[in-house]
Structure formats: structure tokens, C-alpha cells
């Protein structure tokens, strides 16, 4: 019975997985050049980060706010660019039908287990590299991806590198960028219920992020 019970489980978490998305490569921070060119303001109210984290018994979808950013653009490639993360912003979307369960998901996101808003109110996502996207032969599920980028991703005075696939649209006056991917929490500091041995109680460390940004001249 308990290996049936076992085997159960295990089918339960296998479908509350990340969602299918391209997995962020991380790797240690790497220096940040200034960027050249003219300088194209983040509108804060046109853009966002959404987040997915999932757990054996379902998911739970929300928001971060972007309080500001630039992006720097020469000859029609983007240069260099930084974007500061609103972390105390944080909300669930998934939960407005319930709000006693969306506070308590809320605090204890917030909380000093997960982003301890308190003492690391923002984060960070510093651009180190911006390229054409060209595939290694393995499946990328963007579609449409035109570019990679690279960029040091700070949270919790915590840096890591990490390159993504992103669809990036240069035009006279607007830039606009998105993109889909899968990041590992943990290497952030952020293990609370990382470990599987938890069962029920498992947080997936992998955490769906999507972004959609748009800066103006």
C-alpha cells in the first residue's frame, strides 16, 4: 500500500511541474559594461514580471511590479540596460476569490523564507550581453525568439548570470521585449521546502518567470 501511495504521489507532482518553458542557463555574475547609444525609459505601467510556482497540490500564478529601467540602443542593437524589480509589489492572481488565502500566500512569500521583502525591498536585472538568437539545435519554445540575452539577476544581494531566448522588436521610438523561462529559486538563497523529501509540503524550485517589456525614447 505504501508503494502504491508512493507511486501515487509521485504522478500527482510529475503534473504540477514548471510550466513547459525554455530553462534559463545561470551561471556566476559577470561584469556589467555601460551601455552606448541613446537611452530608452522602462514605462513602468506598459510592463510587468509574472511568476509561476507549483507545488504537488497546484500552482499559484502573480505579479511583480518594475519600478524603473533603461534600455540603451546604437545602430539598431541594444547595448546595455537595467531594470530595478519592485519586490515588496508582489501580489498572487490566481487567488482574488479568496483573500484570506491570498494574504497568508502573500506574507509568507514576502516573508524572510522566500524574498524577505523587509530588508531586500528591489531586485535587479542588469543587462551584460544582447545577441541574435541562434539555435544549437536544441528545442527552444519561444516562438519567434530573435535574440539571447544575458544579464546579472540580483536578489537578496545574491548575483547569478542567466541568458534566455527573448523576442526583442526595435522600432524608431519603442523597444519591446518578452520572454518565457524556468529559473532555479534555490540558487538564490530561497530553499524553503526545496526538498523533495517535504512530499506534500514540496515547493518546486523551478519557477516559471514571464516578462513583457516596453521602453520609449
Not at 14 to 23: E, G, Y
Not at 156 to 175: C, G, H, R, T
Amino acid at each position: 500500500m505504501r508503494y502504491i501511495l508512493l507511486i501515487i504521489g509521485c504522478l500527482i507532482m510529475a503534473c504540477q511541474q514548471a510550466p513547459k518553458a525554455d530553462k534559463a542557463t545561470i551561471s556566476d555574475a559577470r561584469s556589467v559594461q555601460e551601455g552606448e547609444g541613446v537611452a530608452y525609459q522602462l514605462n513602468t505601467s506598459e510592463s510587468y514580471v509574472q511568476w509561476i510556482g507549483t507545488k504537488p497540490t497546484g500552482q499559484h500564478t502573480g505579479l511583480f511590479k518594475i519600478k524603473s529601467g533603461t534600455l540603451n540602443v546604437k545602430d539598431s542593437a541594444i547595448t546595455g540596460g537595467k531594470f530595478v524589480i519592485d519586490v515588496t509589489s508582489l501580489e498572487d492572481v490566481d487567488l482574488k476569490a479568496d483573500t484570506s488565502m491570498k494574504n497568508k500566500l502573500e506574507r509568507e512569500l514576502k516573508g524572510a523564507m522566500f524574498f524577505d521583502v523587509a530588508q531586500f525591498p528591489e531586485a535587479e536585472f542588469a543587462i551584460t550581453g544582447v545577441k541574435p538568437f541562434v539555435s544549437d539545435g536544441n528545442e527552444v519554445l519561444l516562438k519567434d525568439a530573435t535574440h539571447t540575452i544575458q544579464g546579472n539577476l540580483t536578489i537578496k544581494q545574491i548575483s547569478k548570470n542567466i541568458s534566455f531566448p527573448a523576442k526583442i522588436v526595435l522600432q524608431k521610438n519603442e523597444v519591446t521585449a518578452t520572454a518565457n523561462f524556468n529559473l532555479d529559486r534555490t540558487l538564490w538563497g530561497m530553499t524553503y521546502r526545496a526538498d523533495k523529501s517535504v512530499q506534500d509540503k514540496l515547493i518546486n524550485s523551478l519557477v516559471n518567470i514571464q516578462f513583457s517589456i516596453k521602453a520609449e525614447r
